[in-house]
């Protein structure tokens, strides 16, 4: 079975751009997670998502936003795009809710410039 | 809210050597933990999950995790480490008793030494 996979794997942004990155799951899998990973602050927790529905938010201002399509794939968005948002962000997926593993892609390596 | 903490940033072994990454959590509920594992420049692994039934639980690469109520613990262990396992690790706890996200730890570096 193929793995998560995220594209695209590298990006450089300016401030003031908006950026959309892409997550397909792995197949079977009905949720999806993001994380935004930084040297300083770790793993912190952006959305969930289970069968289109947003489940969990992390404490993110509005810029970031995400959705999740029928086929599970999913996408986030963060419009503005600010100097503090460089970053590796993360997508999981797991075959159910809850209770079950997460598998994660290799991430976004997101650089704003 | 539900919180892991990792105490130790990093963590040195001499090949050979048993190892432990320490791991301690709250929750208001039933824990739901987990162990991930990161390699340079990639995502991360799952290594080996804890969600109800036998406390040790066993997982890939020859690692284990003994779930500790009492103490709110789930350390990481392995009897012999290889120079392979060095990478940053992840502990990460759910609350069983409500729709809560995953919340990791902030990691440990492991530094197997040959």
């Known amino acids: 079975k193929a793995g998560v996979t995220q594209t695209p794997r590298y990006l450089i942004k300016t401030r003031g751009q908006q950026v959309t990155l892409s997550c397909s799951p792995i197949?079977?899998?009905?949720?999806v997670s993001w994380y935004q990973q930084t040297p300083g602050q770790g793993l912190q927790f952006l959305f969930e998502?289970?069968?289109?529905?947003?489940?969990n938010k992390g404490n993110f201002p509005g810029r970031f936003s995400g959705r999740q399509f029928s086929n599970s794939r999913s996408e986030m968005n963060v419009s503005t795009l600010e100097l503090g948002d460089s970053a590796l962000y993360l997508c999981?997926?797991?075959?159910?809710?809850?209770?079950?593993?997460?598998?994660f892609g290799p991430g976004t390596r997101l650089t704003v410039t | 809210a539900q919180s892991v903490a990792q105490p130790e940033d990093q963590v040195k072994v001499a090949e050979g050597n048993p190892l432990t990454v320490k791991c301690t959590y709250s929750?208001?509920?039933?824990?739901?933990l987990f162990w991930y594992v990161q390699y340079p420049n990639r995502g991360l692994q799952f290594l080996l999950k804890?969600?109800?039934?036998?406390?040790l639980v066993k997982g890939s690469y020859g690692f284990e995790a003994e779930f500790n109520k009492s103490q709110t613990s789930f350390h990481l262990k392995k009897p012999s480490a290889l120079v392979s396992d060095s990478a940053l690790y992840f502990c990460?706890?759910?609350?069983?008793?409500?729709?809560?996200?995953?919340?990791f730890g902030k990691g440990t570096r492991l530094s197997v030494i040959a």
């Open positions: 999981a997926s797991s075959l159910d809710y809850y209770s079950y593993e997460q598998y």
């Open positions: 197949s079977g899998h009905r949720s």
């Open positions: 998502y289970f069968s289109e529905t947003q489940r």
């Open positions: 929750v208001s509920g039933n824990p739901y």
């Open positions: 804890y969600i109800t039934g036998d406390n």
């Open positions: 990460a706890v759910r609350d069983g008793a409500g729709n809560t996200p995953l919340v």
